[in-house]
Structures are given as structure tokens and as C-alpha cells.
């Protein structure tokens, strides 16, 4: 069934730049960071150290980042609404470690690869524990 224009999540022209070059900055490991916002909207997106042991397979934002991060979303205005991560040598789809690594069902999922975003929520009745959602990059005015 597709997905109506409303159901859409959008992310901010900024934010995916964010995304992106340190994406770029990262290979060959995966960069990873988390994501603010309001219903619907991507509007920041913030850098954190990937302290996994095998950084280029896998990712784990530092905890210290992940703390900051969940204080700043309870100030606001923007909430903590999710994660993202890249693939540097693969496709923007999950993976079995990213399936592993779901922590909040309710945070969006955002993966780069190769300057490709593409955004899933965590499904546990899906077989890749994840269904795919639209996203549209916007311009900060159509935020």
C-alpha cells in the first residue's frame, strides 16, 4: 500500500548535509549520529564518536552523546526522534546488526550510503525488523 504524501517524513536540507559529510569524513568506518526534530520533521541532525569495536561493520554512538542528546531533546523545542548511521561500502538498507541494535521502537531509523538517505521504522513484525518510510528533503522555508 503506498504511503500518502502526509505520512511522509521531511529532513531539512541542512541536516542531510550534515549527514553526509560526515559520512564522507568517516570512511571507511561508519559514521553514526542522532536526530531532532518535531512530528514529522528532521529538522537537525548532530555527530556522535562510533565507539564500536569494529567500526567499519558496525556502529554505537557514545554514551556520553547519547546522554547529551536525550537531555537536549527534553529541553526542546526539538525532541530526540531518532537515529542514523551509514553504510560506507553498502546499500542504505538494514542490517541484521542494525536490527540487533534497536533500543526505542518508536525513534526513526536513517541510513547513508553513498550520499543515499533512505528512513525505516523499527517493525517487529516485518522479516528485516524494519519497514521502509518516505522522506523528502526539504528547504529550511518548507520546514
Known amino acids: 500500500?503506498?504511503?500518502?504524501?502526509?505520512?511522509?517524513?521531511?529532513?531539512?536540507?541542512?541536516?542531510?548535509?550534515?549527514?553526509?559529510?560526515?559520512?564522507?569524513?568517516?570512511?571507511?568506518?561508519?559514521?553514526?549520529?542522532?536526530?531532532?526534530?518535531?512530528?514529522?520533521?528532521?529538522m537537525e541532525a548532530s555527530v556522535a564518536p562510533n565507539i564500536a569495536a569494529d567500526p567499519a561493520r558496525r556502529f554505537e554512538i557514545d554514551p556520553a552523546?547519547?546522554?547529551?542528546?536525550?537531555?537536549?531533546?527534553?529541553?526542546?523545542?526539538?525532541?530526540?526522534?531518532?537515529?542514523?548511521?551509514?553504510?560506507p561500502g553498502g546499500t542504505p538498507l538494514p542490517s541484521a546488526q542494525d536490527r540487533a541494535g534497536i533500543t526505542d521502537p518508536a525513534w526513526l531509523w536513517l541510513i547513508e550510503a553513498q550520499g543515499e538517505l533512505r528512513l525505516f521504522l523499527p517493525d517487529a513484525g516485518s522479516p528485516t525488523g524494519f519497514r521502509s518510510h518516505a522522506l523528502a528533503e526539504v528547504q529550511p522555508d518548507a520546514m
Open 65 to 87: 552523546a547519547l546522554f547529551a542528546a536525550h537531555r537536549r531533546g527534553r529541553a526542546g523545542p526539538l525532541a530526540l526522534i531518532g537515529v542514523w548511521h551509514s553504510h
Open 1 to 42: 500500500m503506498a504511503q500518502s504524501p502526509e505520512s511522509r517524513v521531511c529532513i531539512g536540507a541542512a541536516a542531510a548535509a550534515t549527514i553526509r559529510a560526515a559520512a564522507i569524513a568517516a570512511r571507511p568506518h561508519e559514521a553514526c549520529g542522532l536526530l531532532f526534530g518535531v512530528s514529522g520533521r528532521i
